[in-house]
């Protein structure tokens, strides 16, 4: 087995908050898709709790809701949270955003979280592009200083998320680095188009103090010869994985224990899905969206409840690719190619999810089919 450089940077675990991300930010964390009834406006409730339960079954050592179509001040903002913090029941740690563009407002979405019982907070608040290093400092530290849950920084190339003025690609790393020296600062989540040359400057300048997620799996196996990388998360990490082959956390895994020889192995099993599931992604993050109906079908081809999304009210029209026939057959043989087993439930099943075609329910209850192509 390959032996690890004595000097790999291992992040500080004095505080409670650290301690609790050395235990709890382990392996894969998933983006929790909410879902909807027929109207594409009421949440279904089963569904959700269908998927709470998948995303254990994952393996996942936490998940974080997403909130583009309940944002705060909807009361499906809170009533989406408490269903899945029922759900879960202390079986896997839940993940709140706070996505505001000032302190006052993140303050209040803390707040509230906390109230709730989320059991860390994800920092994704946008600002002006062109803010300083010292309000972009003293913005953030208001947040974080408002509450002792932990806190996850975002490093991010999107609108609001990325400072050239201020730092290498964007990364104001000289903000982070101050941060960093926050007791419950823990982590920094580092998004997917991301480069390799600034997750590697991300990593030296915090890795003493804070733990670091990268999302594009390509970079972990060369990073955690380094320093210690031995999780990802908040984003669609159905897509390299089933509960039956946990491809990711087996990754993961190897690469936070020094054994790289097996991270080696597992990086190449893993390749074909991470490769296919960078190149549906990537660009569309650069664009300010998401690829929604690709990300649930990845979830419902290992068991997921699946259904398509309503539209995102934050992306410019466009931005949202369209799912075709072409896609999913991409999808399948790309899991077929790493060894994952995919569902045979027929495809129609996808589009309305699981739980409500147990129901009785069909496409063709649908008014529409968002982002979704038969062909």
């Known amino acids: 087995m390959e032996a690890l450089p004595i000097n790999r940077l291992v992040p500080d675990r004095s505080t409670s ?6 235990e709890h930010l382990r392996d894969l964390i998933n983006l929790f898709l909410p879902s909807f009834h ?8 089963e569904a959700i709790r269908f998927d709470v339960n998948h995303a254990i079954a ?9 909130i583009n179509w309940t944002p705060p001040g909807d009361p499906r903002w809170q009533q989406l949270y408490q269903i899945v913090l029922d759900e879960a029941k202390g079986r896997i740690p839940v993940h709140g955003i706070a996505v505001g563009s000032t302190a006052s407002r993140d303050q209040k979405m803390i707040s509230a979280l906390e109230k709730m019982g989320v059991d860390l907070i994800l920092l994704a608040s946008s600002y002006a592009g062109d803010i300083s290093e010292t309000d972009l400092y003293e913005t953030m530290a208001a947040s974080i200083s408002a509450t002792d849950l932990p806190i996850m920084l975002y490093a991010a190339t999107g609108n609001g998320r990325n400072f050239p003025h ?32 600034s997750t590697l400057q991300l990593c030296s300048r915090l890795g003493d103090r804070l733990s670091i997620g990268p999302v594009n799996l390509d970079f972990v196996p060369l990073l955690s010869r380094h320093f210690e990388i ?18 990711g956390n087996r990754l993961l895994r190897a690469c936070r224990e020094g054994e790289m020889e097996l991270a080696d192995r597992v990086a190449t099993a893993i390749q074909p ?13 650069r664009s300010g969206a998401h690829p929604w109906a690709h990300m649930r079908y990845y979830s419902w081809l290992g068991g997921g409840n ?29 899991f077929m190619a790493s060894g994952l087993a995919a569902t045979t439930d027929p495809e129609e099943q996808f589009v309305v999810g699981r739980t409500r075609w147990a129901r009785g329910e069909r496409a063709h209850d649908l008014s529409r089919l968002p982002h979704y192509s038969f062909d």
Request: overall charge neutral; some cysteine.
């Open 166 to 197: 201020l730092g290498p690609a964007g990364q104001p790393i000289s903000v982070y680095d101050r941060l960093a020296n926050c007791g419950n600062v823990v982590a920094i989540k580092v998004s997917q188009p991301v480069s390799l040359t």
């Open 17 to 22: 908050q650290r301690k609790w991300a050395g």
């Open 230 to 247: 031995g999780w990802s998360g908040q984003w669609n990490a159905e897509a390299v994985q089933t509960p039956q082959s946990q491809l």
């Open 273 to 285: 899905v991470a490769s296919r599931f960078f190149e549906i992604q990537a660009n569309v993050i």
């Open 306 to 334: 699946g259904g398509l999304l309503p539209p995102d009210p934050h992306a410019s029209a466009g931005a949202v690719p369209v799912l075709t026939a072409k896609d999913r057959l991409a999808m399948r043989t790309a």
């Open 58 to 66: 994952q393996g996942f050592s936490g998940t974080m809701p997403m």
């Open 38 to 45: 027929a109207d594409m406006q009421s949440l279904d409730e």
